[in-house]
Nanobody
Framework: QVQLVESGGGLVQAGGSLRLSCAAS????????MGWFRQAPGKEREFVAT????????YYADSVEGRFTISRDNTKNTVYLQMNSLKPEDTAVYYC???????????????????WGQGTQVTVSS
């Protein structure tokens, strides 16, 4: 497994921006698919975005499409989530997730990922 540590969360007004980072340990980072999920109080963990090993392919939840951008820097073992035009409904704990390649996996499902960070709180005020 890979160890993941998120950072960059905080309090922001609606319409503002934040950039989350997820630093991964290990030399195999470049071979792993990465994802971001979030969980609001009283709700299930939900998919936000995912990126393939090279960074050439990304996929987003409808609720964040056009506002959030996932990217990765394999030289720094880090994946990012740039969040723009934030809304109060984006308030949640955001989790970074990682997985080795899996044939046929559904990457918008939390169960497809093997390693998780501890989460970082994002609060958007209205």
């Amino acid at each position: 497994q890979v160890q993941l540590v998120e950072s960059g969360g905080g309090l922001v007004q609606a319409g503002g921006s934040l950039r989350l980072s997820c630093a991964a340990s290990g030399r195999i980072f470049s071979g792993w698919r990465m994802g971001w999920f979030r969980q609001a109080p009283g709700k299930e963990r939900e998919f936000v975005a995912t990126i393939n090993r090279s960074g050439s392919n990304t996929y987003y939840a409808d609720s964040v499409e056009g506002r959030f951008t996932i990217s990765r820097d394999n030289t720094k073992n880090t994946v990012y989530l740039q969040m723009n035009s934030l809304k109060p409904e984006d308030t949640a704990v955001y989790y970074c997730a990682a997985s080795p390649p899996k044939y046929g996996a559904s990457w918008d499902r939390a169960s497809s990922f093997d390693s998780w960070g501890q989460g970082t709180q994002v609060t958007v005020s209205s």
